[in-house]
């Protein structure tokens, strides 16, 4: 992958720009936004700019704004006064123009056409083109977009349990209130993967097959209940048997009476009980009953055999009902993904996903659309690239895959590293997907943000192994850093750049995630508070200042 040369890079084709946090993104997206007004005449209502959050949009439309003021001014003086990244950043765009009148207009028009800029956010995006092209979209004209659909969501999960508990055994229901399964829970699980049609869903078998062993679960527990309440007293003497206890239970006459009023107690209602003690109630199945010795004659009786087929269909399916549980999941995800369009159309509403989804499926079904949105924005700048998704790449590829042909551009610019996070959205096999999609690669190689000496470590850690991601198709890409630093830090203790905090689990600290958090959480603020009672003391300076809260 070669080095991106934002001031050569030619304005076409498909292209990936790779660049890890701090090394000028938002810079080179708005340099390149100055070329394309400058060198391919375009308006800011012709260059579509996509981020993915609506501060992330707000900031770089400011960016661009003070980039095209900027650059204007260093027009009409003919000089430069900015000195970040370089000095004399827009000398280069003063030397490629033919006529500095001409340049001057063409800034000119955009400083004051900037409310008209195609800045936005990639679901303001879907819904603006949705909004210009409802009929081909199948709209209504009235459609009004909420911003969370939990609570549709909500309703439609009670109604799916309502017709899941009339069709679901009692033991079934029983099990899954003793690991605390409610319709908030279920909805909780699946609720991400919803709006998300291309996850490929993976379960256990059918509801309906295991349904039928719960079934019999039931039917034997009721039978064996049956059974103890014509003739409990029997049962009771045959295991309470002085000789028989002696010879087969060794002293566990208590375990055995536990049992014997537990079962007593679940006789007194009529479904199984939430918590059943196997380790208790073994006592009452068939082993050891049925051994003979010498010295005692085997008991017996129907009430072990059914109780030991009991127990013997509980373990069983205790053990599969995890499966269970996620094959009701994967129920209630197919359940929302069918029901979910249909009552939003009754109430004549759109969600953030419910966009996405409509403009990918109308440039599926209206080739026109990608044509016109094409000829509409002739180039696209993608920022934050990583945190896409198949849906929202889709779109970009249906739009823009015939950009060599039509002379259109697109810049895709993200970082793959952290496109693996994917609890922050991210889709680390889309990213690469488009990756391989591209014409051109680039990346961007200096940090400007961070202290060399961090960036000199983070180079050194990551040396180490040839596949540090375990993933071929990701890469660390070293890069370097400024060249000055103007104010060094100095503490009482030598700091290294990069440290290590070990996390170490005893009997007193949790592994939970919660426990973990709120040790980051405390570490984090007691090393802050270190520095700064270092920096009252004139311990702890940056350059000559002692460190304060506002560093």
């Given at each position: ?23 000028g993104k938002s810079w080179t997206v708005t340099y390149l936004y100055l070329r394309l007004l400058l060198e391919k005449n375009l308006t800011v209502d012709q260059i579509l700019v996509v981020t993915f959050t609506d501060a992330a949009t707000k ?464 570490s984090v603020a007691g090393d802050i508070a270190q520095l700064l009672n270092d920096g009252l003391a004139g311990q702890a300076k940056i350059g000559e200042k002692p ?5």
């Open positions: 992958m070669q080095k991106l040369d934002p001031y050569t890079i030619p304005l076409e084709s498909i292209n990936l720009i790779e660049a890890s946090a701090g090394t900031e770089l439309r400011d960016d661009i704004r003070e980039r095209i003021v900027g650059a204007l001014q260093a027009f009409e003086d003919k000089t430069s006064e900015s000195g970040y990244p370089d000095d004399g950043e827009y000398i280069q765009l003063i030397n490629n123009s033919d006529d500095f009148e001409v340049s001057i207009r063409q800034l000119n028009r955009a400083k004051l056409s900037m409310d008209e800029a195609a800045v936005f956010t990639i679901h303001s995006f879907c819904q603006r083109s949705l909004s210009e092209n409802a009929f081909e979209a199948c709209l209504p004209f009235a459609s009004e977009l909420m911003a969370d659909d939990s609570e549709i969501m909500q309703k439609l999960t009670d109604d799916f349990w309502r017709h899941f508990t009339k069709k679901s055994p009692k033991s079934l229901l029983f099990k899954l209130q003793q690991k605390s399964i409610t319709p908030d829970s279920l909805l909780k699980d699946i609720k991400h993967a919803v709006g998300k049609p291309y996850l490929k869903i993976c379960g256990p078998l059918t509801i309906e097959e295991k349904s039928e062993k719960w079934q019999l679960l039931e039917s034997t527990y009721h039978e064996a209940i049956k059974i103890w309440r014509a003739e409990n007293q029997e049962i009771t003497r045959l295991l309470t048997n002085p000789d028989f206890e002696k010879h087969y239970y060794k002293n566990l006459l208590d375990n055995i009476e536990t049992a014997i009023r537990a079962v007593h107690s679940f006789s007194l209602f009529d479904q199984i009980p939430f918590k059943i003690d196997l380790k208790i109630m073994k006592w009452l199945g068939t082993e050891p009953k049925l051994k003979k010795t010498a010295k005692v004659d085997p008991i017996d009786h129907k009430f072990f055999h059914t109780w030991q087929d009991f127990l013997d269909l509980w373990t069983e399916l205790d053990a599969k009902s995890d499966d269970f549980l996620n094959r009701t999941r994967i129920e209630l995800i197919e359940y929302l993904q069918a029901q979910l369009p249909v009552e939003k159309l009754r109430l004549g509403v759109l969600s953030f996903d419910d966009l996405l989804l409509k403009l990918q499926k109308t440039l599926k079904t209206h080739p026109q659309l990608a044509k016109d949105l094409r000829e509409k924005y002739k180039v696209a700048l993608i920022d934050e690239f990583q945190d896409t998704d198949p849906i929202q790449y889709d779109i970009f590829h249906s739009i823009y895959k015939e950009s060599n042909k039509k002379g259109n551009a697109v810049f895709f610019v993200g970082d793959p590293k952290q496109a693996i996070y994917s609890f922050r959205g991210g889709d680390i096999h889309t990213y690469l997907k488009a990756k391989n999609d591209t014409q051109t690669q680039n990346t961007l190689k200096k940090n400007w943000r961070s202290h060399p000496d961090l960036i000199k470590a983070f180079n050194q850690l990551y040396s180490i192994c040839d596949n540090p991601f375990k993933d071929d198709d990701i890469a660390y890409v070293e890069v370097d850093a400024r060249d000055k630093v103007s104010e060094k830090m100095s503490t009482a203790q030598a700091r290294s750049s990069l440290n290590f905090w070990e996390y170490e689990f005893d009997e007193e600290t949790s592994s939970s995630t919660a426990a973990i958090r709120q040790k980051i959480a405390n460190i304060s809260g506002g560093d």
